[in-house]
């Protein structure tokens, strides 16, 4: 991949990476609950979900934090771009509409394919490979 195209990465990974973690001092500054909230069952019951909401959120961002600094890795291992599974260029188009993408959209679909036929296609995707299999 050109030099150009590099950089350009790097910066959008870098400015994710700089609103994802401002976005969640935010979000734990929202996460106090005040005693004023809490009334009645219903209001109870309103910041529980509101709670677990912005879990939820924090969560997938951090997940997000983890593909954004491997990608960053790439770019300075200048394998950003490869496909990790027959190491063929990913198309740019691909790159610019999901830039942390590690595979080829045909080793992506043979991976999904692949998902639909084992059991493991089944497990949550959030957890990861180690979790999943340390657990089932």
């Known amino acids: 991949m050109r030099k ?3 950089n350009k990465f790097r910066k959008l990974f870098e400015t994710q990476r700089r609103s994802i973690l401002f976005n969640d001092r935010i979000i734990r500054e929202d996460f106090g609950v005040c ?3 809490r009334y009645d069952e219903l209001d109870q019951a309103t910041t529980d979900i509101e709670q677990s909401m912005r879990m939820r959120l924090r969560n ?3 997940l997000y934090i ?3 600094d491997e990608a960053l890795k ?3 291992e200048g ?3 490869e496909c990790e599974e027959c190491g063929e260029d990913i198309e740019l188009r691909r790159l610019e509409a999901r830039p942390t993408a590690t595979l080829c959209v ?3 679909e043979e991976q999904e394919r692949q998902e639909v036929l084992t059991a493991s296609g089944r497990e949550h995707k959030s957890l ?3 979790f999943s299999r340390k657990f089932a």
């Open 4 to 6: 150009d195209k590099l």
């Open 35 to 37: 005693s004023d909230d």
């Open 60 to 62: 997938r961002e951090m």
């Open 66 to 68: 983890k593909k954004i």
């Open 74 to 76: 790439r770019v300075e």
């Open 79 to 81: 394998t950003f771009g």
């Open 106 to 108: 045909s080793c992506k």
């Open 128 to 130: 990861g490979d180690t």
